[in-house]
Nanobody
Framework: QVKLVESGGGSVQAGGSLRLSCAAS????????MAWFRQAPGKEREFVAA????????YYADSVKGRFTISRNNAKNTGYLQMNSLKPEDTAVYYC?????????????????WGQGTQVTVSS
């Protein structure tokens, strides 16, 4: 079992930046592909970004491409999401997820482990 704990959320003005962290415990995350999803009030959870086990391959939703950067430090068993040029529409609860199978999934059901989420609020 892998336990994931997100941190780094908060409130920021439009144009600002935040860095989310996802600390893993129980197993080494180098065995898992990782991703970030988000869920805004009244909306379904949506894919944000994914990163392969070694960090060599990443994939982003069009809505965040060029503004967000996903990364990982396997030695620290931690994943990250750097969010720049934040917009009010980025307001959501952000979730970290881990996937056992090979490949970068973009759907919720493709991920095996989830964190509790961290709130990000962007004001205009």
């Amino acid at each position: 079992q892998v336990k994931l704990v997100e941190s780094g959320g908060g409130s920021v003005q439009a144009g600002g930046s935040l860095r989310l962290s996802c600390a893993a415990s129980g197993r080494t995350i180098s065995n898992y592909n990782m991703a970030w999803f988000r869920q805004a009030p009244g909306k379904e959870r949506e894919f944000v970004a994914a990163i392969a086990r070694r960090g060599t391959t990443t994939y982003y939703a069009d809505s965040v491409k060029g503004r967000f950067t996903i990364s990982r430090n396997n030695a620290k068993n931690t994943g990250y999401l750097q969010m720049n040029s934040l917009k009010p529409e980025d307001t959501a609860v952000y979730y970290c997820a881990a996937r056992v199978n090979v490949g970068l999934g973009v759907r919720q059901h493709e991920y095996d482990y989830w964190g509790q989420g961290t709130q990000v609020t962007v004001s205009s």
